[in-house]
């Protein structure tokens, strides 16, 4: 990786706010911080650079809010939330990559673009909820929320019950020449939070938001295509990609074709629920025009900006 390159660092959710922990704006801070490691790696090494992220865990803490204040003040639509969440985390981001780039005495400009992204406003996402948000819980909570709170409820496999919403595919980004100008200029962009605001073109040409989350892997390969990026850098709570995941026979990947990688998505080796949208995401990204996509875990980006760590996909 000596040449300069654009490159996509998508961070997961859990980048920000860990399962583990109750997720106060403290912890979020220190996590976010920590979570600057690989990209600092990348920006020494002079790459363009567009960082996106998740909002799974703070996207439902948000709706609860709405919810429990609904008697007090005004409810907020999940799309407007969406955008709440894109400009308080890349507030965080982008305050701790200043900062973690001064005491390396860097200096690059740092921008976050409240991001829109186009979805088909009849895609079949929107009747049937996959998106996990907010916090985990056990079955019978789960289900007693369920029933009380009117929310539509999934088990996310080996980590609880999770509620549920719609979550249509990406196109495209609106602000797309916009953020390809500044990421030209040396500038790194933190743009399409938590996939980015849904929203779709009305027949006289106006932008309507949609109540829906965007999977943020998935308008990470949208983003990197849109700005033509050379590589994408899928950071999650893993450190390589692996086949029959959680079973005796557990096999991690060191390098994959994207044959491969489609053949092995095909046979359902990677769920819906967890690497499944990384690997179609990978997929997307390669077949418009990427290069190279890296799956690493958040505590190894450093060693994975360097190729020492994670899955290599390659075309």
């Known amino acids: 990786m000596n040449e300069k390159k654009t490159i996509v660092v998508a961070l997961g959710g859990n980048a920000i706010t860990q399962?583990?922990?109750?997720?106060?704006?403290?912890?979020?801070?220190?996590n976010t911080r920590r979570s600057m490691a690989g990209v600092l790696e990348l920006v020494e090494m002079g790459h363009r650079l567009l960082i996106t992220h998740g909002n799974g865990p703070q996207i439902g803490n948000e709706?609860?809010?709405?919810?429990?204040?609904?008697?007090?003040?005004?409810?907020?639509?999940?799309?407007?939330?969406?955008?709440?969440?894109?400009?308080?985390?890349?507030?965080m981001l982008e305050q701790c990559l200043l900062n973690v780039m001064h005491d390396r005495g860097i200096k690059r400009e740092a921008a976050c673009i409240v991001t829109q992204m186009l979805v088909?406003?009849?895609?079949?996402?929107?009747?049937?909820?996959?998106?996990?948000?907010?916090?985990?819980?056990?079955?019978?909570?789960?289900?007693?929320?369920?029933?009380?709170?009117?929310?539509?409820?999934?088990?996310?496999?080996?980590?609880?019950?999770?509620?549920?919403?719609p979550s249509p595919v990406p196109r495209e980004i609106v602000a797309k020449k916009a953020i390809q100008l500044l990421v030209e200029n040396g500038v790194i962009v933190i743009a399409a939070g938590g996939g980015g605001i849904p929203v779709y073109l009305e027949s006289n040409g106006w932008l309507e938001g949609v109540d829906a989350v965007i999977d943020k892997d998935l308008a990470s390969a949208v983003l990197g295509n849109g700005v033509g990026a050379d590589e994408m850098v899928i950071l999650t709570g893993i450190d390589k990609v692996a086949l029959n995941f959680g079973k005796p026979n557990q096999t991690f990947l060191d390098r994959l074709t994207a044959a491969?990688?489609?053949?092995?998505?095909?046979?359902?080796?990677?769920?819906?629920?967890?690497?499944?949208?990384?690997?179609?995401?990978?997929?997307?990204?390669?077949?418009?025009?990427?290069?190279?996509?890296?799956?690493?875990?958040?505590?190894?980006?450093?060693?994975?900006?360097?190729?020492?760590?994670?899955?290599?996909?390659?075309?």
């Not at 390669?286 to 980006?301: D, F, M, P, T, Y």
């Open 19 to 30: 399962q583990d922990e109750e997720g106060n704006i403290y912890q979020q801070f220190a």
């Open 63 to 91: 709706m609860i809010r709405v919810e429990l204040s609904a008697k007090v003040v005004p409810r907020l639509p999940l799309g407007v939330l969406v955008g709440d969440t894109q400009g308080g985390m890349g507030y």
């Open 260 to 315: 491969e990688a489609r053949k092995y998505l095909s046979e359902g080796q990677f769920p819906a629920g967890s690497m499944g949208p990384k690997i179609q995401a990978a997929l997307n990204f390669l077949e418009n025009g990427g290069k190279r996509v890296v799956i690493a875990s958040i505590e190894q980006s450093a060693a994975a900006a360097h190729g020492r760590a994670g899955t290599v996909i390659v075309a």
């Open 120 to 165: 088909d406003r009849n895609d079949p996402a929107l009747k049937n909820p996959t998106k996990f948000v907010g916090p985990f819980y056990d079955k019978p909570r789960a289900e007693e929320l369920a029933q009380t709170q009117g929310w539509i409820v999934k088990e996310d496999p080996g980590r609880g019950w999770r509620r549920v919403v």
